[in-house]
């Protein structure tokens, strides 16, 4: 019932938003804003014979990159959160890295790690790894002593800490954290993605723009706008599935 | 078997507990009765190896503890039930962690239906009442099979009418599966009906101030009898002049 609900709402706000744009596309009535039923139209058609492949790599490239930066994330996290040795000589590092804009470290990276998919991967692991050790971090610091007690008394190893407590504890936030992230991890995806490469979400914008095929380039840009909301229902499925207990 | 010897615990140049001598048989219970602040956790830490720095020796079965070893059994205050697992998972994570194989079911089962948790096995802690909760600390440490059982304050969070009926079902489970226990409360009423004998703690640093044996141990009804009004009068006249003492 509930879900129901928000179906009906989503599809009501894709109706307003392709309604505005029929009007303006109809009132300016150039090509640079096209009609959106010819987008659509091209959308579909073109779909499995020229987009998929790029999206395929826009999303390979998130999804590993996140997987990536969630494995540092957490082991650096959970460590730094148990152990205050550890936290008092990583927070420093990661205090001053994680304000810097990383589109800023772009030509770093690109000068050590050259223009292939390795550099692409490194940017948004750099984007997206910092919250989630930050995140994992002050998870575990926020757990009680006394939830440890109860399994010291029983002599329970390090790992059933971590089965038990440290993971369950901070995966909630983690996820925040990604959610957080990928948003700017996609933005940062659409901009590296224009160098270096023939595909890619990112590529196929800028390509059918310098192209002056304006249908494609939006098309694109609706597909780049989908990939990010698949990715949240994605964030959205682990949660409902892992944190029940929320 | 608990044997305390010469227990003093240190808190830096604190002192929070002073040269506790107590022998707990197999089938006693124990209620330690101490003013707030007394070193009442402290002694639960202690004996459950959760403070591993102190003085004099506890030994059960005349060895020393060695929490890979020992079977404890642990209530304390805050529940310490994880939040992530279901009740039937949490009742359960005692005897998993100890054993690192599947509980025995039959007996988990009992315990769980003893203590009326089966409708709600599949709940989380967070949908829980307070009575609820204990209830399922209770199951995981009989599930457990204990060699020995500390409490600390298990029931002090809950209402007066609760809080009767759950001291009323750990005494019953108790009766059936009998351990040396430690139960520690700041509640006369509550160590008459649940200690076998009664240990008085004094203001801090905590010392034994007396040890009276509870006539009342066992009694289906204790508080309906007269003697629970005469031994709470004479408990709380000694407290008052032991509590005082040390102003």
């Known amino acids: 019932m509930k879900n129901e609900k928000r179906y009906k709402k989503n599809i009501y706000a894709i109706l307003v938003i392709l309604l505005f744009w029929q009007i303006i596309s109809s009132v300016l009535n150039k090509p640079i804003i096209p009609q959106p039923s010819i987008v659509l139209l091209y959308m579909i058609k073109s779909f499995f014979s020229i987009i998929f492949v790029h999206l395929l790599f826009s999303f390979g490239r998130i999804v590993f990159g996140v997987f990536i930066s969630i494995v540092i994330g957490i082991t650096l996290g959970i460590i730094m959160g148990y152990n205050n040795r550890y936290d008092d000589i990583l927070s420093p590092i990661i205090y001053f890295i ?23 991967i490194i940017m948004i692991i750099l984007i997206v790894v910092f919250q989630v050790i930050v995140a994992a971090r002050d998870a575990v610091k926020n757990i009680p002593k006394e939830t440890y007690y109860s399994l010291y008394t029983l002599g329970a190893s390090k790992y059933d800490i971590l089965k038990n407590v440290l993971f369950p504890a901070a995966l909630p936030d983690i996820l925040t954290s990604i959610r957080v992230s990928t948003g700017t991890a996609v933005s940062v995806l659409f901009f590296i993605e224009t160098y270096g490469t023939e595909y890619g979400m990112g590529y196929f914008i ?11 380039m939006y098309s694109g840009i609706i597909i780049m706008g989908i990939l990010g909301f698949l990715l949240f229902l994605m964030i959205d499925f682990f949660e409902k599935r892992f944190c029940v207990w929320k | 078997m608990i044997k305390i010897e010469s227990l003093t615990v240190k808190y830096g140049s604190f002192t929070a507990l002073s040269n506790i001598n107590l022998e707990i048989g197999d089938d006693e219970i124990y209620a330690v009765l101490g003013p707030s602040g007394c070193g009442k956790t402290t002694l639960i830490y202690a004996l459950s190896m959760i403070i591993k720095e102190f003085e004099g020796r506890v030994l059960i079965n005349d060895k020393p503890i060695k929490n890979s070893d020992v079977r404890i059994g642990t209530v304390l205050q805050n529940y310490g039930l994880l939040p992530w697992k279901n009740v039937y998972e949490n009742a359960l994570l005692g005897i998993e962690i100890k054993d690192k194989e599947k509980a025995d079911k039959l007996y988990s089962e009992y315990i769980i239906k003893e203590l009326g948790l089966e409708d709600l096995k599949y709940k989380y802690p967070n949908s829980l009442s307070g009575g609820q909760m204990q209830r399922v600390a209770l199951a995981r440490s009989f599930i457990l099979k204990p060699q020995i059982l500390l409490m600390d304050e298990p029931f002090s969070a809950l209402d007066a009418i609760t809080r009767e009926k759950m001291q009323e079902l750990f005494l019953n489970i108790w009766m059936n599966n009998k351990v040396s226990t ?7 009423e509550e160590a008459i009906c649940i200690g076998k004998k009664i240990v008085i703690l004094s203001k801090s640093p905590g010392r034994i101030l007396k040890i009276i044996n509870n006539p009342l141990f066992g009694l289906k009804e204790p508080r309906l009898s007269s003697d629970f009004y005469n031994l709470s009068l004479e408990i709380r006249k000694f407290i008052k002049e032991g509590w005082s003492i040390e102003k």
């Open chain 1, 206 to 216: 800028m390509d059918s723009w310098m192209r002056v095929n304006y249908v494609e």
């Open chain 2, 182 to 188: 430690v139960f520690v409360t700041h509640s006369i």
């Open chain 1, 98 to 120: 994680y304000p810097i804009p990383k589109v800023a470290l772009l030509p770093v990276v690109m000068l050590f790690f050259g223009l292939g998919e390795l550099s692409k």
